[in-house]
């Protein structure tokens, strides 16, 4: 390489090395813009006591009124230790980004040797020349890792927010199954004691007490076992939102969002997902990355030290004599073949993992559409059709009733029936959410309409 050329090499490695710097909050905020669409929280390192008494007492405002879907979200991606721990991975891949534009450290030689007649001194500088002409590339294969970094973060931001929605409809629809369970179970408490007065009078059997009490013992047991779920949504909600002590008091909204008025209908699901979902991107930057390794490791297959200094030598009654000197690793025994092919099988690992992603999204896009759609139905179908026509039902069994065409019986059956109508449109309302933030994840972004708490159906 000519001198001239050398030099400029060596003045603009100098330079990135000197401009080089590390700042962890700069890849934060380019990943949380990355993530802030889908999620709408701007996440941030926390450094510091001061900077966590403001995140807390921001936190303690959000906690005053009951904690909603898109609060909760909000907490987690702010506050969640596991979470940050992913965030100070930029940092990590920033420094190595870093390192990898500075220069490696030249190497100083220095040796004396003396008899009884003369003294030897030898002294040379020397710098690691193949490090340098393969610095550019080397800095390429580390900006691709960090834009990949970013993804990662990106990815395990908009997953935590997934999970986290799951977690509180979860903990919200066990919330409300308790109270309707202690409801029901109200109910029992009066049928049980309606029947027992009958039977005192003669009008009821023994045995239709019995099964009156029975099925007042077992709503009690059913309060109980919804109380259990209801405790265990709640501490992985909490988990999720990476909360303890006071703050982990929270209140949760008493029902679940209504029913939309119409189902999202999002166009050409497969390319939304194929060109929105972070991993599939970040498989990509990681056949990039992979790529650019296998031609480092072609162009330095022969030399692994090419090292250039100067040398400069002084002895006893000799004149100083000055020179330069070159290291050379001569390929007798390794010609890097075997790092070659390595680097080739990782590189076509990397290009079957691309394509296994992107065919895992496609799927994972139509299962989930799919499934979405088949909960609103369901959900739909208990809202327009089961629960009017079972309340049409209970009225015209109360009307009977009353017209004493009706036993006290049948009005208890009814009212039983009811009850299952009832619970299946919880389920079906809780699974339609399910499957809302299941389809977001697998598109990589919100899906139509948000959730609202008007809650008119619950009301009727």
Request: glycine share 6%; aromatic share 6%; net charge neutral.
């Amino acid at each position: 390489m000519a001198a001239p050329r050398l030099c400029a090499a060596m003045a603009a490695a100098f330079a990135l090395a000197g401009c080089a710097s590390i700042t962890p909050d700069r890849g934060l905020e380019a990943a949380s813009q990355l993530a802030h669409e889908r999620t709408g929280v701007d996440a941030r390192l926390l450094r510091g006591e001061d900077e966590l008494r403001a995140l807390d007492a921001h936190i303690d405002a959000l906690l005053r009124e009951p904690l909603g879907m898109d609060a909760a979200v909000r907490i987690a991606l702010l506050r969640h230790p596991g979470l940050q721990a992913t965030y100070w991975e930029l940092g990590i891949a920033q420094s190595d980004l870093v390192q990898a534009s500075r220069l490696p450290n030249p190497s100083l030689g220095f040796s004396r040797l003396h008899n009884a007649h003369y003294t030897e001194i030898e002294r040379s500088l020397s710098f690691d020349l193949a490090g340098l002409l393969t610095l550019p590339l080397r800095q390429r294969m580390e900006a691709r890792r960090y834009e990949q970094a970013k993804l990662t973060a990106a990815a395990a931001m908009e997953r935590h927010a997934l999970e986290t929605r799951r977690a509180w409809v979860e903990a919200v629809a066990a919330r409300q199954a308790v109270a309707y369970a202690r409801q029901v179970a109200e109910a029992h408490e009066a049928a049980a004691e309606l029947t027992g007065r009958m039977a005192q009078a003669g009008n009821a059997s023994q045995l239709d007490l019995a099964r009156e009490r029975a099925a007042y013992a077992e709503a009690g047991a059913d309060v109980l076992r919804a109380q259990r779920a209801a405790d265990g949504a709640r501490e992985t909600l909490t988990r999720q939102l990476g909360l303890w002590g006071k703050q982990a008091g929270y209140t949760l909204p008493e029902r679940l969002p209504d029913l939309p008025a119409a189902p999202a209908e999002p166009e050409q699901i497969e390319r939304l997902a194929l060109e929105r979902r972070f991993d599939v991107r970040a498989a990509r930057e990681q056949a990039a990355a992979t790529a650019a390794d296998l031609g480092l490791t072609r162009s330095t297959r022969f030399v692994n030290v090419l090292e250039l200094g100067v040398a400069n030598k002084s002895e006893t009654g000799e004149p100083r004599a000055k020179g330069y000197e070159v290291g050379l690793e001569l390929p007798l025994f390794d010609w890097g073949g075997a790092r070659v092919a390595k680097a080739e099988a990782v590189y076509m690992q990397a290009l079957n993992r691309v394509a296994e992603t992107a065919i895992t999204a496609r799927s994972e896009a139509r299962e989930h559409y799919l499934g979405y759609r088949a909960s609103y139905d369901i959900a739909q179908r208990y809202r327009d059709e089961i629960i009017p026509q079972r309340k049409k039902i209970a009225d015209e069994t109360l009307l009977r009733y009353n017209g004493m065409l009706a036993s006290t019986f049948e009005l208890l059956a009814d009212a039983r029936e009811q009850v299952g109508a009832v619970n299946g449109y919880l389920d079906a309302l809780k699974d339609f959410w399910l499957a809302h933030a299941a389809l977001e994840g697998a598109l990589g972004g919100r899906v139509g309409h948000a959730p609202a708490h008007t809650n008119k159906e619950h009301q009727q």
